[in-house]
């Protein structure tokens, strides 16, 4: 198991080689901690260099101002790409879709998922990769009853939940900071 995961993380670090890689690093949450993993510190200062030669091709389109505006973004393949995500074919069913790490649905739906990478994150992701590099998991997939292998979304949003208020603190804390801009849009140029 842990040779596919070699392979996982060869193939990320070239993807992150590319000038896609600032877009990994601008998706933010766990997707930019694994692009910093691959990656390392030293490369954050080039994210402030402006949009990749990619942006325009690949990125997100902007429009507003009667002005046009682009900016590196992950394609879905890409985003799943660095999560890891495989399919396996079983016959006669459908396909499972399985991830060394929770893609952003089930990051988003998470009990780490506060709106910044917190130490706690940090520790969730550094144990989850020790335990990956020691070879705690052993069995390949079983419909992933292995907590260390790939898991399926599902099972990442079952692992994830920490405190079951901490969506709902987060959902509170956007409709909060959505409700404050939007007033304070209409007194003022802060927006």
Known sequence: MYADYVVYEQLCHEFMSRP??????????????????SMGFHHLPSILDGISTEAVPFGDLFVGNESTYYDDGLQDEEIDFVCGTYYIDRPHSPSDVV???PRPNAWDASGLNVGFWSPRCEDWFQRRLDNIREGVSHTRHSCTSDANG?????????????????????HNT????YDFLTR????????
Do not use: E
């Open 20 to 37: 896609r890689a600032r877009a990994a690093f601008l998706h933010g949450r766990l997707v930019w901690r694994l692009a910093l993993h």
């Open 99 to 101: 991830s060394w790490w």
């Open 150 to 170: 790939p898991m399926t979304t599902t099972q990442w949003k079952r692992s994830l939940k920490f405190n079951s208020g901490t969506n709902k603190m987060v």
């Open 174 to 177: 956007s409709v909060a900071c």
């Open 184 to 191: 304070a849009s209409g007194k003022s140029n802060l927006i």
